[in-house]
Nanobody, 123 residues
Framework: VQLQASGGGLVQAGGSLRVSCAASGRTFSGYVMAWFRQAPGKEREFVAAIAWDDGSTYYADSLKGRFTISRDNAKNTVYLQMNSLKPEDTAVYYC?????????????????WGQGTQVTVSS
C-alpha cells in the first residue's frame, strides 16, 4: 500500500485549504482512511477518518465543524477540507490506512502511512 499526501502549503488565518491522499497498491474495501497531524514539539493527533465502504466519518471533537473528510472511490483518493484555519492548525498532516475495526478509528495502530504534507497558517 502506498499513500501519497499532497496539497499542503501556506495560508492566512481564516483561509481554507484542501489536502489530498492518493492511495494505491490494493483494493480498500474494509479499510478506514485517516488524517493525523503533528505540530512541532507536540505529539501526533487524530484529525479525522472515513470508512472506505460506506463513507462513515469520524472527527476529533475539537475540529468538528471546520474540517471535512471525504473520499472519491473511483480515484482512490481521500480529501481533507480545512476551513477557518488558525495558526494552531499548523502541522505536518499525514494520511494513514488500515482495516476498520472497533472501537474507534482514532485508536487504531495504523499500518500504512503517507509521507506527510506541511500546512502552515500565518496570523
Amino acid at each position: 500500500v502506498q499513500l501519497q499526501a499532497s496539497g499542503g502549503g501556506l495560508v492566512q488565518a481564516g483561509g481554507s485549504l484542501r489536502v489530498s491522499c492518493a492511495a494505491s497498491g490494493r483494493t480498500f474495501s474494509g479499510y478506514v482512511m485517516a488524517w493525523f497531524r503533528q505540530a512541532p514539539g507536540k505529539e501526533r493527533e487524530f484529525v479525522a477518518a472515513i470508512a472506505w465502504d460506506d463513507g462513515s466519518t469520524y472527527y476529533a471533537d475539537s475540529l468538528k465543524g471546520r474540517f471535512t473528510i471525504s473520499r472519491d472511490n473511483a480515484k482512490n483518493t481521500v480529501y481533507l477540507q480545512m476551513n477557518s484555519l488558525k495558526p494552531e492548525d499548523t502541522a505536518v498532516y499525514y494520511c494513514a490506512a488500515d482495516h476498520l475495526r472497533p472501537p474507534h478509528p482514532k485508536l487504531i495502530e495504523y499500518k500504512y502511512w503517507g509521507q506527510g504534507t506541511q500546512v502552515t497558517v500565518s496570523s
